[in-house]
């Protein structure tokens, strides 16, 4: 039975993804192919769009079927405390945010007398974000972070695998951070830090309810100071 559940949501959870996926290129296909047909932007400019979507769409099944949370193997007598991968809500906030942006431009593309200068502008504005919430969003579906009574581990796995590590008995600072739109959406990130510099921090960006990861990591940063 236990094995029926969590294959259903294991189904549940590829469903979402896929759904998700089909949400992103639907607004570069569908604005690219009702571009073409009523000849409001130019022919270059409506299939790109519509290669943008087609490369969104297939690149996004790929990814979300191919996802995965790598989780590090313990050695004898560790024990694992957290574990988290980042929330995709900072994602989608920031594509929610380039999708207006991008219709404006589309608006002012079609539908005004206005150089091609302005909007374009406004495109690329649009596009940043949304592009931006789009590749987090891709990479969130691979990475984890775990937190066990000996070391932090951050790893991403599509294609190859990357891990970072550090050792408990060298963490110097725990750190919150939280940006605007980890705040809109209620996430925050957790700075852990064994010296200056950036291969000796790891940052467990965009994760929920953070204050506990940071309480254990701070716990442990403790332990290792009175050992």
């Excluded at 929920?208 to 990591?217: G, I, M």
Aim: aromatic content about 14%; hydrophobic content about 50%; some cysteine.
């Amino acid at each position: 039975m236990s094995v029926l559940i969590g294959a259903i949501k294991a189904l549940f959870r590829m469903l979402k993804r896929l759904i998700a996926t089909a949400f992103v290129s639907a607004p570069f296909l569908g604005g690219g192919g009702y571009s073409w047909f009523e000849e409001i932007l130019p022919q270059w400019a409506a299939f790109s769009l519509i290669g943008v979507g087609v490369f969104l769409l297939m690149f996004g099944t790929y990814v979300s079927l191919m996802s995965a949370f790598p989780t590090p193997a313990l050695v004898a007598g560790e024990s694992v405390l957290v574990q988290r991968r980042p929330s995709m809500k900072p994602a989608f906030a920031r594509m929610f945010m380039g999708f207006p942006i991008i219709c404006v431009a589309v608006y002012m593309f079609g539908y005004t007398m206005l150089p091609y200068l302005y909007p374009s502008v406004i495109l690329i504005v649009g596009l940043f974000y949304f592009f931006k919430g789009t590749m987090k969003y891709l990479r969130n579906l691979h990475l984890s972070y775990t937190v066990t009574d000996r070391r932090v581990v951050q790893m991403y796995k599509f294609l190859t695998l990357n891990t970072a590590e550090l050792p408990v008995g060298r963490l110097i600072s725990i750190s919150e951070s939280r940006n605007f739109f980890e705040l809109l959406t209620g996430r925050g990130s957790v700075i852990a830090a064994s010296g200056i510099g950036r291969d000796q921090t790891i940052k467990m960006e965009e994760i929920d309810n953070p204050s506990p990861v940071a309480e254990t990591l701070r716990g442990l940063l403790n332990a290792a100071l009175f050992q």
